[in-house]
């Protein structure tokens, strides 16, 4: 599912990683009821391709992505579930 806080996310990494393939689904209708979604703040899974993420580990990944979208954390973002490759690896993103 797409939401403008979905839209607003993908940008911001695709402004962050260039030439990344990113793709972002609103994942916060799952949730309702749970703790962080009570006060706005959404879930959301984050597929991103970028070279940048090559000979990093995944928990360097992981900060990458964060810190790209450390506006948006805790008020917006209350989750991410987050896949990050580099283009020589072998996981498929979906596309937006």
């Known amino acids: 599912m797409t939401s403008p806080r979905a839209e607003r996310i993908k940008a911001m990494l695709e402004q962050r990683f260039t030439a990344a393939r990113v793709s972002v689904d609103d994942d916060s209708a799952r949730h309702a009821g ?17 070279e940048e993420f ?3 580990s ?7 992505v964060y810190e790209a979208l450390a506006s948006m954390l805790p008020r917006e973002i ?6 990050a490759v580099s283009p020589d690896e072998e996981i ?3 596309t937006p």
């Open 34 to 50: 749970h703790a962080g979604a009570r006060d706005g703040a959404g879930h959301f899974v984050v597929r991103i391709e970028s």
């Open 58 to 64: 995944r928990l360097e990944r992981h900060r990458l």
């Open 78 to 83: 209350h989750a991410l579930n987050i896949l």
């Open 92 to 94: 498929p993103l979906r």
């Open 54 to 56: 090559s000979g990093r």
